[in-house]
DNA sequence: ATTCTTGCAAAACCTTTGCATACTG
DNA sequence: CAGTATGCAAAGGTTTTGCAAGAAT
């Protein structure tokens, strides 16, 4: 908690930018919520909602600028909005869409290294991250499913 | 090529969509530009260019259609749009995303299905499909970076 | 001091929707 | 003919931008 905020503030001050009151809130508000899958919006709001009088468009830029610095990640779910986590060195997952309830759960895995070894290799590509997606049905909605089912 | 209009128009009428001018020529477009990542604009514009009349709505309708279908996969690169890519059968493949160039590679392979297989025992979830792309810096802007940094 | 950052409101985008008309099965 | 599908224009939602005022180094 506190070591990524001192990270974050070394980093930024690295490229130059400024270590601000809303900067620090955002990434306070970010670890608050680290469990999350956070939206911009969704972020602004709560933070409105905990008192901080803060711009949408300050959240948006700050979230930009820590994508950018590598300390967040952006990603998409297909809802309609970028959504961000918290770039947590280890704490590499990949995640799980239930295509019914919409509900993202992680999974802890890092089978993936093996593969991104040989892409490197096999296409001279420089690998620095990945996104992986799985999309299905979730345990609680093929319970659901099979109780309507057998109604 | 054929065969895909056909099994489109088959699988459209099992669900009881009918089969039109407008969803034959998008198809067709979408086949002609089938080694692309195309968005719902740019779909739109190139077929008003190539002569067809053809609403922006209409675009976005059948395509969200053909994604219900599985006919059409969605992707999002963060780009801001959404991208269209033909579900072909026998071409299972993964994407590369240049942060430099924003170029797009993909990369035929399947070394997916172990970790799928697990992931669907350990968290009782029933995969339909996945999304996995990678980031990083892709051969030619390796090189050009090399170039710059050695003028 | 200079440079960067913020907040607001407006603008820019992408996507969806309502409705009257036109088409398919 | 009944039920869909289309096109247009308008609305909706998310994200970006211009600019004047405020903060950080």
């Given at each position: 908690?506190?070591?990524f ?8 001050a ?42 949408l ?7 930009e ?10 990603l998409q ?12 060195e ?22 993936l ?8 290799l ?9 996104h992986?997606?799985?999309y299905?049905?979730c ?13």
């Amino acid at each position: 908690m506190e070591e990524f905020l001192q990270k974050a503030r070394q980093l930024l001050a690295q490229r130059g930018y400024k270590w601000t009151g809303p900067r620090r809130d955002i990434i306070h508000a970010l670890l608050r919520e680290s469990y999350q899958h956070i939206s911009a919006e969704e972020l602004h709001a709560l933070m409105q909602k905990q008192g901080y009088e803060i711009g949408l468009a300050t959240v948006y830029r700050t979230l930009e600028l820590l994508v950018e610095t590598g300390l967040v990640h952006k990603l998409q779910f297909g809802d309609g909005c970028s959504r961000y986590e918290l770039a947590e060195e280890d704490h590499h997952h990949h995640h799980l869409v239930c295509a019914r309830c919409g509900k993202i759960y992680e999974v802890a895995m890092d089978l993936l290294e093996e593969l991104e070894h040989k892409i490197e290799l096999d296409h001279d590509f420089a690998i620095s991250g990945h996104h992986l997606q799985f999309y299905g049905t979730c345990s609680a909605c093929k319970k659901q499913m099979r109780e309507k089912r057998d109604e």
